[in-house]
């Protein structure tokens, strides 16, 4: 069946270790069939959600003009939502972060999404796989709240420099991961 997926990408680094990984899951993803859209959020310009609570009422998701209202649309086309992104302090970047956050704006705009499952691709500095736990527990309470069925985590440890990545196995095994989706 195909699906609709929704890569939202954390890194301000083009061409960075995670950006590979997305990349590498959306060849995968095409393959297989899917359509998938990529949203490079950690290059976008987007604020703090402050809680106004005055979502969709101006005409747009949030009534903060700013670039989440360019990615609105694609979250709510898609059927599947893939997190790729470095490892920031234990979990997600900021503006990674701040994109989550407003997906409050669907809840108070009684939106619902067609989104049912998730995906977490995740590359970072530390070769202890335990700072990883921050992110991922994070992720999977995402999920849980928001009752998306957990299609799988890949988490690559030991990775910081640009281009690292390329080093190991893990852009092949992204790649198979979207090749199954």
């Given at each position: 069946?195909?699906?609709?997926?929704?890569?939202?990408?954390?890194?301000?680094?083009?061409?960075?270790?995670?950006?590979?990984?997305?990349?590498?899951?959306?060849?995968?993803?095409?393959?297989a069939g899917h359509e998938v859209a990529k949203c490079e959020v950690g290059r976008?310009?987007?604020?703090?959600?402050?809680?106004?609570?005055?979502?969709?009422?101006?005409?747009?998701?949030?009534?903060?003009?700013?670039?989440?209202?360019?990615?609105?649309?694609?979250?709510?086309?898609?059927?599947?939502?893939?997190?790729?992104?470095?490892?920031?302090?234990?979990?997600?970047?900021?503006?990674?972060?701040?994109?989550?956050?407003?997906?409050?704006?669907?809840?108070?705009?009684?939106?619902?999404?067609n989104i049912k499952e998730s995906i977490l691709l995740v590359c970072g500095e530390?070769?202890?796989?335990?700072?990883?736990?921050?992110?991922?527990?994070?992720?999977?309470?995402?999920?849980?709240?928001?009752?998306?069925?957990?299609?799988?985590?890949?988490?690559?440890?030991?990775?910081?420099?640009?281009?690292?990545?390329?080093?190991?196995?893990?852009?092949?095994?992204?790649?198979?991961?979207?090749?199954?989706?």
């Amino acid at each position: 069946m195909k699906k609709n997926i929704l890569v939202l990408t954390g890194s301000p680094r083009v061409g960075g270790n995670s950006d590979l990984l997305a990349d590498s899951f959306i060849k995968g993803a095409i393959k297989a069939g899917h359509e998938v859209a990529k949203c490079e959020v950690g290059r976008k310009n987007v604020k703090r959600c402050i809680a106004c609570d005055t979502c969709f009422s101006t005409g747009n998701p949030c009534s903060l003009h700013d670039d989440f209202n360019d990615i609105a649309p694609h979250i709510e086309k898609a059927d599947m939502i893939v997190f790729a992104t470095p490892l920031y302090w234990f979990t997600f970047p900021a503006q990674l972060k701040a994109v989550i956050d407003k997906f409050y704006a669907f809840n108070i705009g009684k939106k619902e999404l067609n989104i049912k499952e998730s995906i977490l691709l995740v590359c970072g500095e530390d070769s202890d796989l335990s700072g990883f736990d921050g992110i991922i527990s994070t992720y999977k309470l995402i999920a849980s709240y928001q009752e998306w069925s957990d299609r799988g985590q890949l988490v690559v440890p030991g990775v910081y420099n640009k281009g690292d990545i390329l080093s190991t196995d893990y852009l092949a095994r992204a790649e198979e991961m979207g090749s199954n989706i």
